[in-house]
T-cell receptor, first 115, second 111 residues
Framework: NAGVMQNPRHLVRRRGQEARLRCSPM?????VYWYRQLPEEGLKFMVY????????ESGMPKERFSAEFPKEGPSILRIQQVVRGDSAAYFC?????????????FGEGSWLTVV | DAKTTQPTSMDCAEGRAANLPCNHS???????VYWYRQIHSQGPQYIIH???NNETNEMASLIITEDRKSSTLILPHATLRDTAVYYC????????????FGTGTRLQVFP
């Protein structure tokens, strides 16, 4: 059973370009979470999605960031007009429908570098 | 979400047991305690979770006090590969059951 798959693993973008990060959840998982980790800092929650539905986006920056989890295909975290401060590791996680005690599993991350 | 308090860092000799404490004195009766770790430049790795009973799996044991206000993660025979940041997280049971990460404990296993 493959784990949470993220791609690309490393992405370099120039300031002002767009970055798209993809996440395929574990088989059977319908819930996806995105986290960001700035250099030398902790993991910060960004957004929680179910298929075709955003459940909690309380951690998403108000501008330039968006996320989706379509009925078919991977979840996408999109960052428009990237700035140097967006350079970070972005981690995706997935779980089965929320019940107490369900485990959330993480991918290996996508490292975004903005030059 | 209940807050957790963990020591900033700990050391452990290779082959010895690593005991990582966590305080969660404001935990609610239906909140679980989760442990994750993050090895440098990798994604967080699930270790174990529990509600009120002690739990054991192939990676570790979790001891939760009877009043549930604190817990201890035990790595029975630490290896150099266990060097990581360990996070104790209390998981809320609301619409969003996201995990909120604190600063964790940086465990250094030395030869």
């Amino acid at each position: 059973n493959a784990g949470v798959m993220q791609n690309p693993r490393h992405l370099v973008r120039r300031r002002g370009q767009e970055a798209r990060l993809r996440c395929s959840p574990m088989k059977g998982h319908s819930h996806v979470y995105w986290y960001r980790q700035l250099p030398e800092e902790g993991l910060k929650f960004m957004v929680y999605l179910q298929k075709e539905n955003i459940i909690d986006e309380s951690g998403m920056p108000k501008e330039r960031f968006s996320a989706e989890f379509p009925k078919e295909g991977p979840s996408i975290l999109r960052i428009q007009q990237v700035v140097r401060g967006d350079s970070a590791a972005y981690f995706c996680a997935s779980s089965t429908p929320g019940r107490s005690g369900n485990t959330i599993y993480f991918g290996e991350g996508s490292w975004l570098t903005v030059v | 979400d209940a807050k957790t308090t963990q020591p900033t860092s700990m050391d452990c000799a290779e082959g010895r047991a690593a005991n990582l404490p966590c305080n969660h004195s404001t935990i609610s009766g239906n909140e679980y305690v989760y442990w994750y770790r993050q090895i440098h430049s990798q994604g967080p790795q699930y270790i174990i979770h529990g509600l009120k009973n002690n739990e054991t799996n192939e990676m570790a044991s979790l001891i939760i006090t009877e009043d549930r206000k604190s817990s201890t993660l035990i790595l029975p025979h630490a290896t150099l590969r266990d060097t990581a940041v360990y996070y104790c997280i209390v998981r809320a049971l609301y619409n969003t059951d996201k995990l909120i990460f604190g600063t964790g404990t940086r465990l250094q296993v030395f030869p």
